[in-house]
């Protein structure tokens, strides 16, 4: 579905992906992991769209469809769901109708029929019974003055909302404390489906324990160093991430 | 990042969409001002003898007074002879006595501003004073509330028919020599609306007057009066276009309100003047005064305004809060974007024991755009337990822009409560990226956070006015994040 190859993106002058090459199939959990500044964050950013980054070489297909020809807004119609590592703030935008706007741009893209406000109440007090959240939460300001495990599980929220053929989700286990993060794994494994792919890029392994990857590649200085299952994660745990830089530099 | 600023330039950079111009004969005075112009015009308007003094004394104090210069607003001298003081369609001396009559072509230009005044007044039920250049062409629902005692008619009309109220009300909230703006206007007002609501009734109906400003080089000086007997009820609705031109148009109204014992008058504004090209060129000068007086224990005064359009924006509805137990309101959204200067804001001035206010003013700047709120809280020595809250956010889109905050607070009472709070922020590049993240394209983006950004204003409006608010937000500003 997601195809990535050898991909390069600078920011400014700095280069930051040095030719990354992914492959990504419907129901796969693939984990990327890598050091801080390794460019695991930018290239979730790259996937969604971000201006900010200019792609200098390769290429990002989805669906067969060249993706980099598509603004950030149509990728999402499409089903590209990027969960922030920082959700902004928008102060008195309610929650509700930012996800309501949402959600009717991509029916709208799909040729369906907007949902009316009945509807749509429905079906988010469906979701967030499924995450365990208060529906008081949609009527608060986009993240306003929500705390960090709040936020990650309203990101959460909102891809249960958009279900997403591809979701990218960028260190969602960042400033959790344990109890946070088991219920944001939780939600993600809720959302885990055969139609379904799921990249999560994290720092450490514990988001691992929780939600099981069908794949693991380490980002090293722009490149994927190591790709392989499970265990390699593990790997990673015990002998940090310097061994790796190692291969990377040799 | 260049790629979207282009975007969001091109979405500023949209023409104003009611530029355009009615081809109407007019006869207009030639321009000049002198105390024959003034006759002229009161003669044209068939005013009694008090009317005509009022003029002249009004004019011989304007002769003596300075145009103000402490506003943070820049423009070229005015030359006020240049400016025409009169001008009416053709029409005039034949008054259409229905719609029917109306020159079509009259018809034809609200139409283009989307206002079909036959069809949208009846379906809306609001009663429209429609004010074609200087002189009201079409009022209807006049019968309906001639049933309940309400007078609402033009200006003149209420000169000839009720000369007694206005006599007794004219002037007596905004004098004659309050200020240059307001004196000129008082030397010189073509016409506008007048509204009595008698004790005890509640106006049946939302008054609403278009005002249009129209023939070339004529400043347009409406002057309303609206006076809500005892225990009554008004609700006012005033909108705005105006066609695009090449020169600066002066345009300096008055509006008086008086609001006797229990009585309540709620004003609410949605203006939409030529505010210029991107540079700057050919937008109205909008010198205003407006204020409310609530004369009688337990009254209230609100004023609601959506300002998006002129060059310059120089207006500041107020309050005088005398009665006991008064209460004064003002609820602004002021939109400011490529050259257009607004300095604006209110005055509550509190006067009599337990007397309140609210002030909630939401400035939005983009482009290059000025945007001050200037607003100045008085607690007189008698106003005991007198509270104000004031709350004054700014919007900021883009980087060349800038927001103003000037805040005057004159508290001669112990037992006053005052509170001020201020915020600036602005939209960023990260929420614009959240939003398309979402699927949410970058114009629809921008229009969901601004009216976020003024929803407690929003709501305080009549619910068919508040939907052509956001409406008219949503054309004149679209994006722009540097």
């Known amino acids: 579905m997601l195809e990535i190859n050898n991909l390069k993106s600078r920011i400014g002058d700095s280069e930051i992906l040095r030719g990354v090459s992914l492959s990504v199939k419907t129901g796969e959990v693939h984990a990327i992991m890598g050091p801080n500044g390794s460019g695991k964050s930018t290239l979730a950013q790259v996937v969604a769209g971000h201006e900010d980054y200019e792609v200098s070489g390769g290429s990002v297909t989805y669906d067969g469809k060249d993706l980099l020809e598509l603004e950030p807004e149509e990728r999402a119609r499409e089903g590209i769901f990027l969960g922030f590592q920082y959700p902004v703030e928008i102060p008195g935008v309610n929650n509700a109708y930012l996800l309501k706007a949402a959600v009717n741009a991509k029916r709208k893209h799909q040729g369906l029929g907007e949902v009316d406000a009945f509807e749509f109440l429905k079906l988010a007090r469906e979701k967030m019974a499924m995450l365990g959240m208060d529906p008081k939460f949609l009527n608060r300001g986009v993240n306003e003055g929500f705390s960090g495990g709040e936020k990650k599980r309203n990101e959460i929220l909102q891809m249960a909302m958009l279900e997403p053929r591809l979701a990218i989700l960028d260190e969602t286990d960042s400033g959790l404390d344990i109890d946070a993060l088991k219920a944001v794994a939780e939600g993600v494994n809720t959302l885990r489906s055969p139609d379904r792919a799921i990249v999560l890029v994290t720092h450490y392994q514990r988001l691992l324990d929780y939600i099981q990857p069908d794949f693991v590649h380490v980002l090293s200085e722009g490149r994927i160093v190591r790709s392989g299952d499970k265990s390699l994660a593990l790997e990673l745990e015990e002998k940090g991430y310097d061994w790796l830089r190692e291969a990377a530099t040799a | 990042?260049?790629?979207?600023?282009?975007?969001?330039?091109?979405?500023?950079?949209?023409?104003?969409?009611?530029?355009?111009?009615?081809?109407?004969?007019?006869?207009?005075?030639?321009?000049?001002?002198?105390?024959?112009?003034?006759?002229?015009?009161?003669?044209?308007?068939?005013?009694?003898?008090?009317?005509?003094?009022?003029?002249?004394?009004?004019?011989?104090?304007?002769?003596?007074?300075?145009?103000?210069?402490?506003?943070?607003?820049?423009?070229?001298?005015?030359?006020?002879?240049?400016?025409?003081?009169?001008?009416?369609?053709?029409?005039?001396?034949?008054?259409?006595?229905?719609?029917?009559?109306?020159?079509?072509?009259?018809?034809?230009?609200?139409?283009?501003?989307?206002?079909?005044?036959?069809?949208?007044?009846?379906?809306?039920?609001?009663?429209?004073?429609?004010?074609?250049?200087?002189?009201?062409?079409?009022?209807?629902?006049?019968?309906?509330?001639?049933?309940?005692?309400?007078?609402?008619?033009?200006?003149?009309?209420?000169?000839?028919?009720?000369?007694?109220?206005?006599?007794?009300?004219?002037?007596?909230?905004?004098?004659?020599?309050?200020?240059?703006?307001?004196?000129?206007?008082?030397?010189?007002?073509?016409?506008?609306?007048?509204?009595?609501?008698?004790?005890?009734?509640?106006?049946?109906?939302?008054?609403?007057?278009?005002?249009?400003?129209?023939?070339a080089n004529t400043g347009q000086f409406e002057r309303t009066l609206i006076i809500a007997d005892e225990g009554s009820h008004v609700s006012y609705l005033e909108g705005c276009t105006a066609p695009m031109r090449d020169e600066n148009q002066l345009h300096a109204a008055v509006v008086e309100l008086v609001a006797l014992k229990d009585a309540e008058i709620k004003y609410s504004t949605v203006q939409n003047w030529y505010p210029g090209d991107e540079n700057g060129v050919g937008g109205i000068y909008n010198f205003v005064t407006k204020r409310g007086d609530c004369r009688g224990a337990n009254s209230k005064i609100s004023w609601t305004q959506v300002e998006t359009g002129s060059a310059i924006t120089w207006k500041y509805p107020s309050c005088l809060l005398r009665g006991e137990n008064s209460v004064g309101e003002f609820y602004s959204v002021a939109v400011a974007n490529n050259m257009q200067q607004a300095d604006t804001g209110t005055k509550m001035i509190h006067i009599g024991r337990n007397t309140s206010s609210t002030i909630v003013s939401k400035g939005i700047s983009a482009g290059r755009a000025e945007n001050a709120y200037r607003g100045l809280v008085r607690v007189m020595p008698q106003a005991h337990g007198a509270r104000n809250h004031t709350q004054c956010d700014s919007l900021l889109i883009g980087k060349q822009c800038g927001a103003h905050t000037f805040p005057y607070m004159e508290i001669k009472n112990p037992t006053a409560r005052v509170e001020h709070e201020a915020t600036t922020s602005k939209i960023s590049a990260d929420q614009l990226f959240y939003c398309r993240q979402r699927g949410i394209s970058e114009e629809d983006a921008v229009n969901m956070i601004v009216n976020g950004f003024c929803k407690e204003v929003f709501k305080e409006l009549p619910m068919e006015f508040a939907v052509e608010a956001q409406a008219l937000l949503n054309v004149s500003l679209e994006g722009a994040v540097g």
Request: glycine residues 4%; aromatic residues 12%.
């Open chain 2, 1 to 215: 990042m260049a790629t979207e600023s282009e975007n969001l330039e091109s979405l500023v950079n949209r023409r104003y969409e009611h530029g355009f111009v009615t081809d109407i004969a007019t006869e207009s005075l030639p321009p000049g001002l002198d105390e024959d112009v003034i006759r002229a015009i009161s003669a044209r308007k068939n005013e009694p003898e008090f009317m005509l003094e009022w003029r002249l004394q009004a004019y011989r104090q304007w002769l003596e007074m300075r145009e103000p210069d402490w506003a943070h607003v820049h423009y070229p001298k005015i030359d006020y002879n240049e400016i025409s003081y009169f001008s009416a369609p053709k029409s005039d001396e034949d008054r259409p006595k229905s719609l029917d009559e109306v020159d079509p072509k009259l018809l034809e230009t609200y139409d283009k501003l989307g206002i079909p005044l036959h069809e949208r007044a009846r379906l809306a039920g609001v009663a429209v004073d429609a004010v074609f250049d200087s002189v009201s062409v079409a009022t209807t629902f006049k019968e309906k509330l001639a049933d309940v005692g309400v007078i609402f008619c033009s200006f003149s009309e209420a000169v000839q028919e009720h000369p007694a109220l206005v006599r007794k009300y004219l002037g007596t909230v905004v004098p004659r020599r309050d200020n240059f703006f307001a004196a000129l206007n008082a030397a010189v007002f073509s016409d506008g609306s007048f509204v009595y609501i008698p004790k005890g009734v509640r106006c049946p109906m939302e008054l609403s007057t278009y005002f249009r400003i129209n023939a």
